[in-house]
Each structure stands twice: as structure tokens, then as C-alpha cells.
């Protein structure tokens, strides 16, 4: 009983998580800077230093940005007259299919690396998996408290970093929002 319960919170959070992403949401700092910047900090910190894992770290930044270029096909910006506290404009952001395509991506490249690191997974693992990253996607602070293997960390960032940097070529205000005060 306890797994279906669960199971199905499981299935919710999934479904609010990707029905965020047909709405427009407003681009914040915190989100395309600072989990971003924590997440290369982390890396930084958990890497253990040598060539094959330099090769392995390549890698994974060039399946972050293939990924993180997929996601932004779709995304629709919507910019406002409106500005922050801080004076910078407030932009928003409809994600759609490929962002959320490219979040499970992510999720599954996560999984297939922990494999390849012959660190083998059972199912309830990977479930368990799912539910922390979807956690970390509805609560900024799990995020944080959250202790991930350096490749997750760089998987992550580099997916963060990569699609923020795309969204910015796309529109150079998005620079605006997310700048320092």
C-alpha cells in the first residue's frame, strides 16, 4: 500500500512538474544562475581528478548542451513592460514538449551513466531517482540539500548553462533579467 501511495504522488508530481511548462512562467535569477553555479561547485568538489574522467566530463557537457538545444526549440518567450524590484525587465517563458522531452532526457542520461559506472540500479532506485528529481524541480531548497555522484552535478549544470546561454542568443534581454541588481 505504501508503494502505491507512493506511486501516486510519484505520477503527480510528474504531471504538475510538466504542465508548468505549457504555462508562462517568469525567468528568475535564482533558477538560470544560482542552481546553476551550484551545480559546477559541486561538481568541482566531488570530481575525483584524472584523465578518464576528464574524457567521461567532455562527454556528458556535450550531451548537456545537445540536450539542453533540443529542449529550447520549442520554448516561447513573452516579454512584459513590467519590471522587477530591481529594476531589470521581467520576461517570461513557455517551455512546451521539448523542454520537458529533454528533462526526462537528462533523468535517463543521469541513469545510464550511474549504470555504465557499473553502480547498478533496481527498479524501486530508479523510481526513488525520479521522485528526487522531480522534488528538486517543485522545491528550490531539496535542491540544495541533495547529495548527487560529480557527473549529475556536471550533467545538470551543464544542461542549465547551455539553455540559458541558447534562450540569451535568442533574445539578449533575457541577460537583462537574470544580471546582477
Same mark, same amino acid.
Request: proline share 3%.
Given at each position: 500500500m505504501d508503494h502505491l501511495i507512493s506511486y501516486g504522488l510519484l505520477i503527480v508530481g510528474v504531471i504538475y512538474m510538466c504542465s508548468k511548462s505549457f504555462k508562462f512562467e517568469k525567468i528568475t535569477r535564482f533558477s538560470w544562475v544560482v542552481i546553476p553555479a551550484y551545480c559546477v561547485i559541486m561538481f568541482a568538489v566531488n570530481m575525483s581528478w584524472n584523465k578518464y574522467? %576528464? +574524457?567521461e566530463a567532455g562527454l556528458i557537457i556535450v550531451i548537456g548542451w545537445l540536450i539542453a538545444y533540443f529542449q529550447q526549440l520549442q520554448t /516561447? %518567450?513573452?516579454?512584459?513592460?513590467?519590471?522587477?524590484? =530591481?529594476?531589470?525587465? +521581467? +520576461?517570461k517563458i513557455k517551455r512546451n514538449w521539448s523542454y520537458v522531452i529533454g528533462?526526462? !532526457?537528462?533523468?535517463a542520461f543521469g541513469i545510464i551513466i550511474q +549504470? %555504465?559506472? @557499473? =553502480? /547498478? !540500479? @533496481? #527498479?524501486? /532506485? #530508479?523510481v526513488a531517482e525520479l521522485g528526487e528529481e522531480i522534488q528538486k524541480d517543485l522545491f528550490a531548497w531539496k535542491f540544495f540539500s541533495n547529495q548527487n555522484a560529480w557527473y549529475i552535478w556536471l550533467l545538470s549544470g551543464a544542461n542549465v548553462i547551455s539553455y540559458t546561454t541558447l534562450i540569451i542568443k535568442r533574445d539578449e534581454r533575457v541577460r537583462q533579467v537574470i544580471r546582477r541588481r
Open positions: 574522467n %576528464l +574524457i /516561447e %518567450l513573452q516579454v512584459t513592460d513590467d519590471v522587477d524590484k =530591481h529594476d531589470r525587465p +521581467i +520576461i528533462w526526462f !532526457l537528462v533523468f +549504470i %555504465l559506472g @557499473s =553502480h /547498478e !540500479l @533496481s #527498479i524501486q /532506485e #530508479i
